[in-house]
């Protein structure tokens, strides 16, 4: 009996072996849609114990714009800080200041900024 199994999950196996993986996502957009993760973030007054080069300011923010959209958040307001960090060739920010801002405007009804130092570790 144990021998009959073995054999129809071997030729369960074996048939799949042919199959092969299609994909409409691009292999850029992915590493670009990743990019942000590969940025270590530090707040302002933990800066990183290795030493260190400053590249750039870097802003983020985030935004809604209807009614029906997600609230402003903070956490996505520095996530396009580590993103605009990468495009720089950084491998961190150090935060230096995170805000709500609380002036409705035509463009946006909540509104979140972060602003940030790109680093490169030596």
């Known amino acids: 009996m144990k021998h009959i199994i073995l054999f129809i999950f071997t030729v369960a196996c ?72 990468a495009d720089l060739g950084a491998d961190g920010i150090i935060i230096k200041h995170c805000s709500f801002i609380n002036i409705v405007d035509s463009s946006c009804i909540t509104q979140a900024i972060c602003t940030a130092q790109a680093i490169k570790h030596d």
Do not use: W
């Open 14 to 85: 074996s048939g799949c072996s042919n199959y092969t993986f299609n994909s409409n996502i691009d292999a850029q957009a992915y590493k670009d849609y990743f990019k942000a993760s590969d940025v270590a973030v530090y707040e302002a007054q933990n800066h990183p114990k290795k030493p260190f080069k400053n590249l750039k300011m870097v802003n983020g923010d985030s935004c809604q714009i209807s009614q029906n959209d997600k609230p402003a958040s903070i956490a996505e307001a520095r996530t396009k800080a580590r993103r605009t960090a």
